[in-house]
């Protein structure tokens, strides 16, 4: 059957395809330590799971509206105003199945062909995918180690074109662990500002964050940035609630509307139980956070340590987000068994067979000479697989 050429103008998420085969590995019997996940490795905290059986045994089983329960708008409305210093109406609000969801919709009702999107580089591997689903054009913006993998002003101003729709920003960014300070974000503002183009600010790991660096959000630093940046945010990194798919955008109404709109004729409401528990997630106890940050932060000065111990492994300390991506080309060009490794994705192979590890490999966010693992896991596999890593990287000959 042909199908629809729109849908081979996309891959399927490297990300989730490698948890799978790491997954598959291991119910062969296969001893894998994955380091692919994109979630929080803890349990979503009790009294959120509470808030969800009582919406059960009240009945609160329902469609829903489309956009979301007033309840939760109102908590999203209230975090904005408490964690970012930004106010909106219900109007300016939709929730929807996860920030990915969110994030779709949102590309959907604004890019078409003809369009330019601008990406800085290292990206999360979705944003590509579905701005070519629009049929718009992504412009790659590439940042190095060297400028702390963030974007310059002056590269920002480069890029922009008569055709340039909207920047998607993403501090702290998956796969860097880059967070933008408030000054940088000032810079970019002053290119963006007076130019008819949006910011999409994905807001999603805003509270992973270390080392007492501050989280800004681009919309807070201007009225006029407030009117065309549309904030993605939702529970799943927060409150390790990936599995209930709660994602929302707050933003100019017209765009809330359209969004609106298109989830009418897909998912409608996303899930009535789910959208009690991220009610509790927001308004309720936020003890959880701190607690699980810490921890992150513990794996993560461990993890960057032992990489940065391996010879040929260079790994910058991350300001946010559970991931690191250290730089593994150095060892392009050694071989095993006569194969030369050439690439990121030669190298993640080799790890995966050679030493029952799983990481992603850097080509899928754009950077071909970095790979990406992901500490949330324990301790204990963190050590054992930075020990196997250290390993498979002395058997390169
Ligand atoms: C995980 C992630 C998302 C999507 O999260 P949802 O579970 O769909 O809410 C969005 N952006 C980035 C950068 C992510 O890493």
New binding site residues.
């Given amino acids: 059957m042909k199908l629809a050429s729109r849908i081979s103008t996309i891959k399927p998420s490297p990300t989730l395809a490698i948890t799978a085969k790491a997954n598959a590995l291991k119910a062969e019997g296969r001893d894998v330590i994955s380091f692919g996940a994109?979630?929080p490795d803890f349990d979503t905290p009790d009294h959120i799971k509470m808030a969800a059986v009582k919406a059960i045994e009240e009945g609160f089983t329902k469609y829903t509206p489309v956009d979301g329960i007033v309840e939760l708008k109102d908590a999203i409305i209230s975090k904005l105003g408490r964690d970012n210093q930004l106010t909106y109406d219900r109007s300016q609000i939709v929730v929807s199945?996860?920030?990915?969801?969110?994030?779709y919709n949102l590309t959907q009702v604004l890019f078409e062909e003809g369009d330019e999107v601008i990406i800085p580089s290292p990206y999360?591997v979705?944003?590509l995918d579905m701005v070519l689903l629009s049929g718009a054009r992504p412009v790659i913006l590439n940042t190095g180690e060297a400028q702390g993998f963030k974007i310059l002003p002056e590269q920002l101003k480069a890029a922009i074109t008569r055709n340039t729709k909207a920047i998607i920003m993403?501090s702290p960014?998956?796969p860097t662990g880059a967070v933008y300070t408030a000054r940088e974000l000032a810079a970019l503002a002053e290119v963006v500002s007076g130019k008819e183009m949006l910011v999409i600010s994905?807001d999603?790991?805003e509270k992973i964050i270390y080392d007492d660096r501050q989280f800004t959000n681009i919309a807070s630093l201007s009225k006029e940035l407030r009117d065309r940046t549309v904030v993605?945010n939702?529970?799943?990194?927060t409150y390790s609630?990936?599995g209930w798919?709660?994602?929302y955008a707050a933003g100019p109404e017209e765009i809330i509307k359209a969004m609106t709109k298109l989830q009418s004729q897909n998912t409608s409401n996303p899930t009535s139980i789910s959208q009690w528990a991220a009610v509790e997630a927001l308004n309720g106890n936020q003890e959880s956070v701190p607690v699980m940050v810490e921890e992150f932060r513990r794996r993560r000065d461990v993890i960057v340590e032992k990489l940065n111990a391996i010879p040929g492994i260079t790994c910058a300390l991350p300001d946010g987000?559970f991931y690191v991506f250290p730089d593994v080309s150095s060892l392009f060009g050694r071989s095993y068994q006569g194969q030369a490794l050439s690439n990121s994705s030669d190298f993640t192979a080799y790890l995966l067979e050679a030493a029952n590890v799983a990481v992603i490999p850097g080509v899928d966010f754009g950077h071909d000479n970095h790979i990406r693992l992901s500490y949330a896991t324990s301790l204990k596999n963190i050590e054992e697989g930075l020990k196997r890593i250290n390993s498979a990287v002395k058997g390169l000959s």
């Fill in positions: 994109g979630e199945c996860g920030a990915k969801h969110t994030l999360w979705s944003y993403n960014s998956n994905d999603i790991y993605v939702g529970v799943s990194k609630m990936t798919r709660i994602g987000a």
